[in-house]
Structure formats: C-alpha cells, structure tokens
C-alpha cells in the first residue's frame, strides 16, 4: 500500500520492508546492522516495540533497543520515522503509562518526528481489525496508512523516475 501511493505520488523510492512477523526491539536490533549495510536507506520507519510490550519486556530494555536501533540509522545517514504504538489497558496503568512514555521521550531525545499511535484510526473498529484485536485488517491497512503519510511526507523528497530501475 505504501510503495503504491509513493509511486502513485511521483515519489521513486524503493521501498525495503525489513519487519518480522512477532519481532520485538531486541530482535530488530540485532537484525538492523545488517540491512543497514545492505540497503544503505535514506529514511528508516521505525515501527517496533508492541510485542515487547505484549510479552511485558521492561519498557526501559525497549528504549535501549530503539534507542540503540536510532542511533545506528542515524549514524547510516539514514532519517527516521518513530512509530508509536499503544498497549491494550490490561496490562495495567503502571506498566501501560512507562511503555506509552518510551515513544515521545525517544523522539524528544533524538528530534525524531514521532506517528504517536499507528493504529489510531483503525484500534477500536473491530471492522478493521483482525479477530486477535491487535492487527488491522486488509480494509484497516488504508487508514493506518493515512495516519502515518502526515508524518512521512514530510521526509520524502521528490525523486521522480524516468525510467530504468
């Protein structure tokens, strides 16, 4: 969907989509060297930390994690994006409140633009979400998309193609 509306905007990106299904920070962390070097970005999309958050890992072992994971980006030349992500109100006010916290402090520090809940248009609409109730759907995948592009545009530069690859 994303690659789409780059294209569809004149935006000659190529889009690497580098996320594991059930990753947490500390996965992606040990995973993102590697596509660092291999794919050498301009912009990263940070978007990690929900699983942590589901396997009540310790909000401060996140931060690290994607401290660690902004700083590496950053030091690749690459921009980012930091996604945040909202846990469900089972796991309890403290826990739920230090998690939340971990996403504007990161962008605070880093002067990251921060996507403050990525599925702030679709969480409480069962119509778009998946029966597990944590993952959009195919018709939720448009709006999560719209709650980003704000924040993503921003950091695009034009880069029409005119040809070739």
Excluded: C
């Excluded at 690659?3 to 905007?9: E, G, N, T």
């Excluded at 990161?106 to 990525?118: D, E, I």
């Amino acid at each position: 969907m994303l690659a789409q509306r780059l294209r569809s905007q004149g935006y000659g990106y190529q889009l690497v989509n580098a996320s594991e299904s059930g990753e947490t920070s500390g996965g992606g962390l040990e995973r993102l060297p590697r596509a660092l070097e291999l794919h050498r970005p301009g912009l990263v999309i940070l978007e990690l930390g929900a699983n942590d958050g589901l396997r009540g890992l310790p909000a401060a072992e996140m931060r690290g994690n994607l401290a660690q994971m902004v700083r590496l980006s950053q030091q690749a030349g690459a921009q980012v994006l930091l996604v945040g992500i909202r846990l469900p109100p089972n796991y309890g006010p403290r826990y739920t409140q230090e998690f939340e916290r971990v996403f504007p402090e990161l962008a605070n520090q880093y002067h990251l633009p921060l996507v403050p809940f990525l599925l702030e248009k679709v969480a409480l609409d069962p119509a778009l979400m998946q029966p597990d109730g944590m993952h959009p759907n195919a018709r939720g995948e448009p709006p999560v998309l719209d709650t980003v592009w704000p924040y993503l545009e921003p950091l695009l530069k034009k880069n029409r193609r005119t040809g070739g690859s």
